[in-house]
């Protein structure tokens, strides 16, 4: 488990047989490889975080209606929260993968009232990274890195290839992890009125 950014970065110069920077705050300081790390790392964790539907980055929250008008299609409009990433969908309505909407801007649009949006959020701190993800973001840390570090391309398509593999086994471990309720089919809601036989949702 990664106890810091730093320390993440320096997993990833390790399989690149390059220098550790130090466990410091500011360790790109001063630091020409340190000052990559910190460019490419971000992205590269927006990107890693929105590929999946994460169940250690992916929450729930009620959204608060907006003033102003909706567009065609869709009456009511909701402030995103302000860590949101990606939407996973939105809660509620009876139907079956919740109620349309589309994002516009900072904005989701819908005419679902109220509004619950599962979604992916922006998580930063690495301690809460599974092991596996965490190589992965190693991997794809390395392979930014390579060519800056030695200039060496076979490196930077080793460390490619197995990010993509590593990221696919996090995933995979991640959904191991899970045991969701089954959703209805949209049969199933139009039967039951959007609750179960046993009139809680459960339509098992």
Known sequence: MATSVVWLYNMALGWLGGHQLPSVQAAWENSTIGELCQAYYPQLLL???????????????????KPGPGREGYRLRYGLPSDYLRAVR???GGLPGGPSFIIEGDDLLTNAEPARLVFVFRLEDPKRFPPAFTSALAYGLAAFLAPANANDQRDKADCQQKYVITLEEAWARDRQAQRPAPRPSAWQTARHGGFGPRGNGDFS
């Open 47 to 65: 990107e890693s975080l929105e590929a999946k539907n994460w169940s250690f980055a992916t929450k729930s929250q009620d959204l608060s209606l």
């Open 90 to 92: 939105l809660e509620g």
